[in-house]
């Protein structure tokens, strides 16, 4: 517009640097794109992180701010050397990761086996199954806590009825059933995941490598050994991959229905952490802890995806 | 006979798993809404009741109206549509960004998306609560609503991406070429297209805000800025627990998120398979 005027400009074409302007703009839009999403995931999820390392190597209570000092390494000395719950703690989140994401995944394919086939309503009955996807971790517990309830609890009166035990049972009181019991209640909510990511990729499979197999005579449990299974390797992979790093971090369960107890029974590392983070003020400690655990899932995670040949197999 | 072995057979290898695996995910549901119907005696009565004989809503008035469930409600609606809000935009830009534009560092930004996804969230806790502290902001919603956002980008960004990419260049271009600027373009050309997307990228966005716990308890230690979760488990740990207002407010909790989970799960079966295979 201005460009009228500009009798003494050295280059012929006017138009050519009005292009060449709006192509060095052009170059920038991008940045300006993804810089608010860069500005607020570096500020408040890696800076976070990063602090946790910085708060490991202190004493920091927030309830004693003036004992605040530098610790070097005690904590971690602390950890490994003194910390009767760590080493108890962190066999239970084996435990925990373990049966939830195999129970899980098994089930899980299961269902999204079922829910591959063709039957009537089939849409309706997959919404159905999935809804325990959208309940949040505090919501499945008040339902279980209910039903586990010693005084007015289902399961006790179904069990009972059955004759499969004659007085009511606090499980969630009890050393021998807390743990169990919130492992069922936390796959109860996990199965969605694996169906719906499994049938997903069900889906993807073509219909011709079943005719091939149906062909040579291959029965059904035959093709799912050699056609379905790697056909979902990946998958299988990657999701237990994520659900491990979920379900090693999911407190939501344990923190409602047992608190991590009795007797810590119920305590994993994550509880422990959530644990001292919530109910105590030595953030020094808390952090070390973070820190530690933060180094056993990234190792888990570099080890099971070296040992499962993802990358190399990956498309 | 042969057929009569293929009925038993689906009876037996499809109709029976199914039915254990649906009464399985549903009864939970169901108990907690039958507990939510009856009166305070009669949760404690024995026998039990499988369904309530005098079904009442006293216990949903209850939970609304004394409990603060109408407080916490609306605290939870307030953190989730504002993080939805930003989390849309934001992750349209930068999935934008990602899908039209060749850039240096696209590489290293995709890597970051990346990492975030695993990054324990058990480990913020500590960190963003001395964060929050600092800039004053505990108990505020905006604490919240600056976290989730943070935490559901990386994801969505990606989600969006996909989502443009499918949407044909050639028609912004159009757009451009009829004198359209590049912001008028995304506004009326590539939006209302993208706008399934955009749904299902909200509805998970909404629930996740709706169902976390942990980030929320730890920032917020006022009960008039209780989100729904946090609401519960306060509820839960009181020592006499109010059984029947519990049920209800669960049952209250669970409305929206169950309503909008109907309505975009086919798109979260499209939506992972694309997710998890690239």
């Not at chain 1, 060095?24 to 995931?41: A, G, H, N, V």
């Not at chain 1, 299961?110 to 063709?118: F, P, R, S, V």
């Not at chain 2, 009442?56 to 603060?68: P, R, S, Y």
Request: glycine fraction near 6%; proline fraction near 5%; charged fraction near 15%.
């Amino acid at each position: 517009m201005h460009v009228q005027g500009d009798v003494d400009l050295p280059v012929k074409n006017p138009s050519k640097t009005k292009k060449m302007k709006k192509r060095k703009m052009e170059k920038w839009i991008p940045y300006l794109f993804i810089l608010p999403s860069f500005l607020i995931i570096v500020s408040f999820l890696f800076y976070p992180i990063g602090t946790v390392f910085y708060y490991s190597l202190q004493y920091y209570d927030i309830s004693a701010p003036y004992y605040n000092k530098f610790a070097g390494l005690d904590h971690f000395k602390r950890i490994f050397t003194e910390d009767d719950l760590f080493l108890p703690s962190l066999f239970n989140s084996f435990k925990w990761v373990v049966s939830q994401v195999g129970l899980q995944l098994i089930l899980g394919m299961i269902l999204a086996l079922l829910l591959n086939q063709t039957f009537k309503f089939r849409g309706f009955v997959r919404a159905v199954a999935f809804i325990p996807w959208a309940i949040s971790g505090v919501l499945a517990s008040v339902m279980w806590s209910l039903m586990y309830n010693e005084h007015m609890g289902v399961i006790n009166d179904l069990l009972m009825r059955m004759g499969i035990i004659s007085t009511p049972q606090a499980w969630l009181s009890d050393t021998t059933t807390a743990f169990i019991g919130v492992v069922i209640a936390e796959v109860w909510r996990g199965i969605p995941f694996f169906a719906i990511t499994l049938l997903a990729a069900l889906q993807s499979i073509p219909e011709e490598l079943y005719e091939a197999a149906r062909v040579d005579g291959a029965g059904r449990w035959k093709s799912y050994i050699h056609i379905t299974l790697p056909q979902l390797k990946n998958t299988i992979v990657l999701t237990t991959l994520l659900r491990t790093i979920w379900e090693f971090n999911n407190v939501d369960l344990l923190f409602n229905l047992t608190g991590g107890g009795p007797a810590h029974s119920t305590t994993t590392l994550t509880m422990y952490i959530a644990e001292q983070a919530v109910h105590g003020s030595n953030f020094g400690y808390g952090s070390a802890l973070t820190v530690v655990t933060f180094g056993i899932l990234f190792l888990f995670a570099i080890i099971y995806l070296k040992a499962s040949r993802f990358e190399r197999e990956g498309d | 006979m042969q057929n009569s072995k293929k009925n038993k057979d689906k009876i037996l290898f499809f109709y029976l798993p199914l039915t254990l695996m649906i009464s399985f995910t549903v009864f939970p549901i169901y108990w907690t809404l039958m507990t939510a119907l009856k009166s305070e005696g009669d949760i404690l009565k024995r026998p039990l009741e499988y369904v309530p004989l005098a079904p009442t809503l006293e216990n949903f008035v209850m939970a609304w109206n004394n409990v603060g469930f109408a407080t916490y409600f609306k605290n939870s609606l307030i953190v989730g549509v504002s993080t939805v809000l930003i989390v849309v935009v934001l992750s349209t830009l930068s999935g934008y960004a990602l899908s039209r534009y060749k850039f240096k560092g696209k590489r290293s930004f995709l890597l970051m998306l990346l990492c975030t996804q695993f990054i324990p969230r058990s480990m913020m806790i500590i960190p963003l609560f001395v964060i929050f502290k600092n800039l004053g902001l505990i108990s505020n919603p905006l604490s919240l609503i600056i976290t989730y956002a943070a935490i559901e980008i990386p994801f969505t960004t990606v989600l969006m991406n996909g989502f443009i990419s499918n949407v044909p260049r050639e028609l912004e271009e159009a757009a451009m070429m009829d004198g359209c600027n590049r912001l008028q373009a995304i506004r009326f050309v590539v939006f209302p297209l993208l706008l399934p997307g955009i749904v299902a990228t909200a509805v998970f966005t909404f629930i996740y805000t709706w169902n976390e716990f942990l980030i929320a308890l730890m920032l917020t230690n006022q009960q008039s800025k209780f989100t729904l979760p946090v609401g519960l488990s306060y509820m839960m740990g009181e020592f006499n627990v109010n059984y029947g207002a519990l049920a209800a407010g669960s049952i209250i909790a669970l409305i929206p998120a169950v309503i909008l989970f109907s309505y975009a799960q086919k798109h979260l079966v499209n939506g992972m398979g694309g997710a998890v295979k690239g």
